[in-house]
């Protein structure tokens, strides 16, 4: 049965509404005219509900009973009051979840309101315990992970490593079939690797073990920085890259400068993997004042029809042939856009009218210096 207890200063009333809860099958633990002993009351009783007067006797109004009381032991409030005072609600609003009641009531609405704050309390507290379960499981993942990518690097090491090692041994000791084993044993060893870091990091990120070091960053630096550390890439195919930007065009925007490199170095790697020979990759920018500056990789290359676009971000999804040449985890585009997100940006995809493909980011544009 619950258990009520009503603070209320106006004695008359107080014995009103406990006669109500009587009638209606409650049990009334206690009452008080002042905040203060009530919460002490409230203490050694614990009831299962508490019935506030919003205006009481004594130095504490009722909100700020209702405010201690909810702190300290956690029990659904039914604020009463004589009227729709929006100072009020505004007040209330800051304990959640409390109920309130209109004075004069009728039993009806009296029931009826006892309900609601019960069963909103009960949501309450099954959303908190669904809560911990969550982040328990997150916690064990993570832990699952970390424990997982030891485990996996260790063998992975030798793997590659006596790999490496066979490849500098004297080649004639092998057939050329043998050694075309030992170029697919590194091959795939070292596709692991990538696909254990890349992993790693989606988890780290999902886990929010790494946050964005955000700053402002100008284009000017990034772009060019980005083009550098793929430059090997770029002379390695026949494939053109161009960035509209260069010259200094004084962008700047708000970001983690090594996530949005890591970003760009992604969309850049994929406008190139994905091209055809002699294939063209464009970088762009458009800005409007107070709009986020948006950020284009425009590729010539295979594109994406619109079934597979629609799975565009999600992880482990590949629209190449298992058997391509064109080498992939599956899992560049959902980090994006888990940092974009972590960077208080967006990513998307737009169709190349030309054929190919038009990755966008967006960015918050920084005021210039
Ligand atoms: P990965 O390249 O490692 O497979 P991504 O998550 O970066 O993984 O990309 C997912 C998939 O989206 C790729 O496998 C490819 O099929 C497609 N894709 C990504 N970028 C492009 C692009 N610029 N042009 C055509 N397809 C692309």
Known sequence: METIYIIEDEPLLAEHLQQHLLNKGYEVIGTAATAEAAIIAIENSQPSLVFIDIILAGEMDGIEAGQIIHERFDIPIIFLTAHKDKHFFERAKLIPPCAYLLKPFNESELELTIEMAIFRYQMKKRMQAAMKVAEEASMAKSEFISHLNHELRTPLQA??????????????LFTPQQREYIKEVITAGKYMETLINEVLNLSSIEHKTSTANMEIISLDEVIPNCLNLIKPQINACTVEVTNQMAGGHGHLVQADKTRLMEVLINLLTNAIKYNRPQGHVIIDCSS????PLR??????GIGINETDRARLFQPFVRFVSVNSNIKGTGLGLVINKRLMQMMGGDIGYDNNPDGGSCFWIELQQAPPV
């Open 295 to 300: 950020l284009t990789v425009t590729d010539t």
């Open 159 to 172: 793997i590659l490593g006596f790999g490496e090692l066979l490849q500098l041994s004297d080649q004639s």
């Open 288 to 291: 409007a004042p107070g709009e």
